[in-house]
């Protein structure tokens, strides 16, 4: 809604690394409390979704400071991005953000983690993506809407 964010950004809940290191923590205070491991920890596997989420949210990040504009949601947005990895999903640094979670759940082997993953992509979804959409969708106005109908929200 319009009324729910400012002129320069959409007054998201919460920044969204936060979201995600406050669900790591909740993950690793429940293990120490009920531990709750898988069978056998996939650290190659894990490792290797770290660098890959990393990677795609490096990439994300210097696309929109390469285009002068903010990274955090709480900041003043000036410029709609569309290069980079914004051609092919409208969230890569989300979609970086989660899959480096879920390499830290495996590589761990620590279940809590999964289990706590699953509130963050629904506060993620609800709280700030949607949020973020609506507040692009006004400041951007047609030029985000085409963009929103080629490129995906996720992949």
Known sequence: MIAEHSRNSPCVIACPPLVFIAALGTGWLLNWLIPLLMPS??????GVLILVGFSVGSWGYQALRRAGT?????RPVTTLVTDGPYRYTRNPLYIGLTTMYLGIALSTGV????VTLLPVLAVMHWKIVRRE????E??????Y???KARVRRWV
Do not use: M, S
């Open 41 to 46: 920890p996939w650290p190659i596997a894990g």
């Open 111 to 114: 279940l809590w983690l999964l």
């Open 145 to 147: 809407r085409n963009y």
């Open 133 to 136: 959409e609506q507040f692009l």
């Open 70 to 74: 903010a990274v955090r949601p709480d």
């Open 138 to 143: 006004v400041k951007f106005e047609d030029a």
